[in-house]
């Protein structure tokens, strides 16, 4: 049993997981907080998410992976998890999802389904266009966002904040990430930034996101009137974003050191639109 479940758990990387659910608990306190019962479906809502999408990945990009010398020891071209077991977790969790998001409220419920369909097709935007990096972004957005509607139940300005900051967040280090790839994505006819442009191109536009994502979340400060701790954090996350470029450039090809300075950026975030909404 353990070692199912840790199969599973490294095909959909639960670790990331939970590193995801600042996102999504942003958006609640943009909201104004909610009651015990809106936090436990609002985190259910997001874990089969990010199963869904990271199952959904994995079977589609299989054939990819498997020609691709970084990726070719993943879970599916490696044989430890099949096809047929991925789609199924893959729809087990988008379940999960949609009934997680009908216990909220009827908006969260609607939009489900097209979250359900963004998250199944993000995998493919990459082998039509270089936006694929800001198409993840938006499926990313979307957390903060389902957030506030899960405590609000209706539209309003308050949650694309968080939202623009994520999605631009996760397209810059999305081009980060890429650049892994650069040569392998021009010889499979796959698009991206970096082969698009080149590094240095990539660099400079990732670059611009990351400064878009820090000026989003300024502009939510303002929008909120928060308290100076949140510009606080806001600040922080700046200065994650300055020495992951910085250590990118300077470590080319070091994965850890993106993905570990990475992961400070979420909960630096909840943190200060915790402290804004005490």
């Known amino acids: 049993m353990n070692t199912v479940f840790r199969k599973f758990s490294e095909l959909i990387m639960i670790e990331q997981t939970i590193f995801a659910l600042p996102f999504a608990y942003t958006g609640i306190l943009f909201a104004g907080g909610a009651p015990l019962r809106v936090w436990v479906l609002v985190t259910l809502a997001l874990f089969g998410a990010r199963t869904a999408g990271m199952s959904f990945n994995r079977v589609l990009d299989a054939d990819i992976d498997a020609r691709n010398p970084r990726t070719s020891d993943r879970h599916i071209p490696a044989g430890k998890v ?5 789609w199924a977790l893959g729809a087990a969790a988008s379940s999960l999802l949609v009934l997680s998001a009908w216990m909220l409220n009827p908006l969260c419920f609607v939009l489900s389904f097209p979250a359900a369909a963004m998250l199944l097709t993000y995998s493919l935007f990459k082998r039509f266009s270089s936006a694929s990096h800001f198409y993840l972004g938006l499926v990313e957005a979307a957390a903060p966002i389902g957030g506030y509607l899960a405590v609000k139940g209706s539209f309003d300005l308050t949650p694309f904040f968080p939202g623009a900051a994520i999605m631009f967040w996760i397209a810059g280090f999305d081009i980060l990430y890429a650049l892994a790839d650069e040569e392998f994505d021009r010889r499979e006819g796959l698009h991206s930034v970096p082969a698009a442009l080149g590094r240095k191109g990539a660099l400079a536009v990732s670059a611009a996101c990351h ?18 701790v949140y510009y606080a954090a806001a600040a922080a996350v700046a200065a994650v974003f300055v020495l992951q470029h910085y250590r990118t450039r300077r470590e080319s090809g070091d994965e850890r050191a993106i993905f570990t300075l990475n992961r400070l950026v979420g909960p630096l975030i909840l943190a200060g639109a915790a402290a804004s909404s005490l």
């Open 82 to 86: 099949t096809r047929f077991q991925a």
């Open 211 to 228: 400064a878009v994502s820090v000026a989003a979340l300024m502009l939510g400060g303002l929008y909120l009137k928060a308290s100076p």
